[in-house]
């Protein structure tokens, strides 16, 4: 089982930029491929970033293209959202989630109906 647990979230301003870290406890998500989502009230999960087992194959929503970037540090076994630009629109809350993979060059997109486990959640709020 592998538990995941997000931080960074926060307020800030239009422009600004925040950067959220996904900390697994439990079992290394190192043999999973990693994305991140958001939900922002009212509406559905909406899909932001993903990135393969390896790290250097990754995907984006065109919402967020060129302004965020999903890496992982493997030393810290962690996956990470650099957000830069963010704009009001930005605001949600924010979940990372792993998914087990056959290829270690596979990057999980769409619904997240693919991925296996998930965090809490952690808010970004972002003002005008």
């Known amino acids: 089982q592998v538990q995941l647990v997000e931080s960074g979230g926060g307020l800030v301003q239009a422009g600004g930029s925040l950067r959220l870290s996904c900390a697994p406890s439990?079992?290394?998500?190192?043999?999973?491929?990693m994305g991140w989502f958001r939900q922002a009230p009212g509406k559905e999960r909406d899909f932001v970033a993903a990135?393969?087992?390896?790290?250097?194959?990754?995907f984006y929503a065109d919402s967020v293209k060129g302004r965020f970037t999903i890496s992982r540090d493997k030393t810290k076994n962690t996956a990470l959202l650099q957000m830069n630009s963010l704009k009001p629109e930005d605001t949600a809350v924010y979940y990372c989630?792993?998914?087990?993979?056959?290829?270690?060059?596979?990057?999980?997109?769409?619904?997240?109906?693919?991925?296996?486990?998930w965090g809490q959640g952690t808010q970004v709020s972002v003002s005008a």
């Open positions: 989630a792993a998914a087990i993979t056959l290829s270690p060059y596979s990057v999980v997109a769409g619904s997240g109906d693919e991925y296996d486990y």
């Open positions: 439990g079992r290394t998500v190192g043999t999973h491929a």
């Open positions: 990135i393969s087992r390896s790290g250097d194959r990754s």
